[in-house]
């Protein structure tokens, strides 16, 4: 099925260590983003990217740092993993056509459930 | 900058009574307005979205929200709650020229009691 498959799904680390996620999408999607999400704060914004080779930092991107260097894949690393880093991971992408049946619709991945010990 | 606030991040109501989930923005700029639904240990699930187009919006499930620019609104509601709508509700503002971000709210979980 088309859409944004993110791998691991789940992850342990301890303190120091280091770990990419990959996103991937299939879509053809111009833009890709990475969200965090903590109880009672909702989804916090990274970094995203708006095209191949080009990234921007979002909301909360100290500890993290990206890459986009295919298209179809927006990558996040964690150099040094910390506990403030637990947290559930979602990578969302969307085009940047408009049209009835793709204006504005990001499309999320099920996420990444990481524990920093 | 653009901004979400979800009041309540506790809703509790009876399976067949009217849902209301209050969401209020702040835009410098005419907004796009969306409310996800989140089941336990799953990802976002777009209900709806506000484009400029009809202030009232119907989305799936039996949802609809209404935005309202003189009170900055855009709540959720539901004639008749069902056990299966029991989830965590996120309404999301997007603005901008450059990336289209989206800003969420804090969320509010939805309990509906038998």
């Known amino acids: 099925n088309a859409g944004v498959t993110q791998t691991p799904k789940f992850r342990v680390l301890k303190t120091g260590q280091s770990m990419t996620l990959l996103c991937a999408q299939d879509?053809?999607?111009?833009?890709m983003y990475w969200y965090r999400q903590d109880p009672g704060m909702g989804l916090r914004l990274i970094h995203y990217?708006?095209?191949?080779?080009?990234?921007a930092k979002g909301e909360v991107p100290d500890g993290y740092n990206v890459s986009r260097l295919k298209k179809q894949n927006f990558l996040l690393g964690l150099e040094s993993a910390a506990p403030s880093q637990t947290s559930v991971y979602f990578c969302?992408?969307?085009?940047?056509?408009?049209?009835?049946?793709?204006?504005?619709?990001?499309?999320f991945g099920s996420g990444t459930r990481l524990t920093v010990v | 900058a653009q901004s979400v606030t979800q009041l309540g991040s506790h809703v509790s109501v009876s399976e067949g009574a009217l849902v209301l989930l209050r969401c209020n923005y702040s835009?410098?700029?005419?907004?796009?307005l969306f409310w996800y639904v989140q089941y336990p240990n799953q990802g976002l699930q777009l209900l709806l979205k506000?484009?400029?187009?009809?202030?009232l919006v119907k989305g799936i499930n039996g949802f609809e929200a209404e935005f309202k620019k003189s009170e900055t609104s855009f709540h959720l509601t539901k004639p008749s709650a069902h056990m299966s709508d029991a989830a965590e509700y996120f309404c999301?503002?997007?603005?901008?020229?450059?990336?289209?971000?989206?800003?969420f709210g804090a969320g509010t979980i939805l309990r509906v009691k038998s």
């Open positions: 990217s708006v095209g191949e080779g080009t990234t």
């Open positions: 506000y484009t400029s187009a009809a202030t």
């Open positions: 999301a503002v997007s603005q901008g020229e450059y990336g289209n971000k989206l800003v």
């Open positions: 969302a992408s969307r085009t940047i056509y408009s049209g009835s049946k793709s204006i504005y619709g990001y499309t």
């Open positions: 879509m053809n999607h111009e833009y």
């Open positions: 835009s410098s700029v005419p907004p796009y």
